[in-house]
C-alpha cells in the first residue's frame, strides 16, 4: 500500500469521525424530512412536465389523425369527380399524416408509461414522507428523552464527587464535631463538679480521721487493768474524763460495730 493511500485513509477516516461526532439527530431528521420534500417539489414538477408533455403529443395525434381522415376523404371526393391525379395526391397527403399519427401514437404509449410511472413514484414520496414525519417525530422524542437520561445519569455519578456533594459531607462533619466538642465539654464540666464535692468530702473524712485519732490517743492514756499474777501498776493520776468525748468514743464504736 502506497503511502499516499494511506493518507487518504487517515483522512478520511478523521472526517468520517468527525461528522460523525457532529451529527445531531434531530437536526439531520429535519434535514433529512427538508429534503424529502424538496425531491417531493421536483418529482411533482417532473410529473406536470410529462403530464403536459402528453397532452401536447395528444393533440399532435389527434391532429395528424384528423389530417390523415381529410385527406381520405378528399381522396374520395376527386375520385368521384374523375380526377385520379387529385385523388392520388390527396392519398399521398393522407399516407404523410398517417405516418405522423402512428410516431405520435407510439410516443404518446411510452410518454403514458411514463407519466403513471412518476404518479406511482410520487404517491409511493409523499406516503415515505407522511411516514418519515411520524418516525421523524418519534426518533425526536426518544432522542430528547436518551439525552436527559444521559445528563441525568451524569449527574448521578458525579453526586459523590460533585461540589455539592462534597459540601453537604464538610457540613456533616463540622455538625459533626460540634456536637463532639459539646460533649466533650459537657463531660469536662460534670467531672469538674464531681471533683469540687469529692475535695469538700475528703475534706470531712480528713477532720473525722483526725477527730478518731485525738480519741484513740485519749483512749491510750488510760491505765491498763493488770494481770493475774502480776504486780498492780502504781497509781497514778488520772485526768479528768470529758463526758463529751466519752459520748462521742461510744458512738464511734457502735459505727465501727456496725461497718
Known amino acids: 500500500m502506497g503511502l499516499f493511500d494511506r493518507i487518504s485513509r487517515v483522512v478520511r477516516s ?11 439527530p434531530e437536526k439531520i431528521l429535519e434535514q433529512a424530512v427538508i429534503d424529502m420534500q ?40 376527386a375520385l368521384q369527380k374523375g380526377d385520379e391525379n387529385l385523388a392520388r395526391e390527396a392519398l399521398q397527403r393522407k399516407k404523410t399524416h398517417t405516418e405522423t399519427a402512428n410516431a405520435l401514437k407510439g410516443q404518446l404509449d411510452q410518454q403514458s408509461t411514463q ?26 422524542a426518544r432522542a430528547s428523552a436518551a439525552k436527559a437520561q444521559e445528563q ?23 455538625v459533626l464535631q460540634s456536637e463532639a466538642r459539646a460533649q466533650a465539654a459537657g463531660e469536662l464540666a460534670g467531672a469538674d463538679l464531681e471533683s469540687q464535692f ?12 483526725e477527730a478518731m485519732k485525738q480519741q484513740m490517743l485519749a483512749g491510750s492514756a488510760q491505765p491498763q487493768a493488770a494481770l493475774p499474777g502480776q504486780a498492780a501498776p502504781q497509781t497514778q493520776t488520772q485526768a479528768p474524763r470529758d463526758a463529751a468525748v466519752d459520748s462521742e468514743l461510744e458512738d464511734l464504736k457502735k459505727q465501727l460495730d456496725n461497718l
Do not use: C, P, Y
Open 198 to 209: 469529692a475535695r469538700l468530702e475528703s475534706g470531712d473524712v480528713d477532720l473525722e480521721l
Open 115 to 140: 407519466v403513471e410511472t412518476l404518479k406511482r413514484s410520487l404517491i409511493a414520496l409523499e406516503g415515505k414522507i407522511s411516514e418519515a414525519k411520524t418516525k421523524k417525530d418519534m426518533l425526536k
Open 38 to 77: 424538496e425531491d417531493l417539489v421536483q418529482l411533482r414538477q417532473a410529473v406536470a412536465t410529462a403530464i403536459a408533455s402528453q397532452k401536447r403529443t395528444q393533440q399532435q395525434h389527434n391532429q395528424a389523425q384528423s389530417e390523415s381522415n381529410n385527406w381520405q376523404q378528399r381522396a374520395q371526393l
Open 14 to 24: 478523521n472526517v468520517n469521525d468527525m461528522v460523525s461526532k457532529a451529527e445531531d
Open 152 to 174: 441525568l445519569q451524569g449527574m448521578v455519578s458525579n453526586m459523590g464527587t460533585g461540589t455539592a456533594m462534597a459540601a453537604f459531607e464538610r457540613m456533616e462533619d463540622k
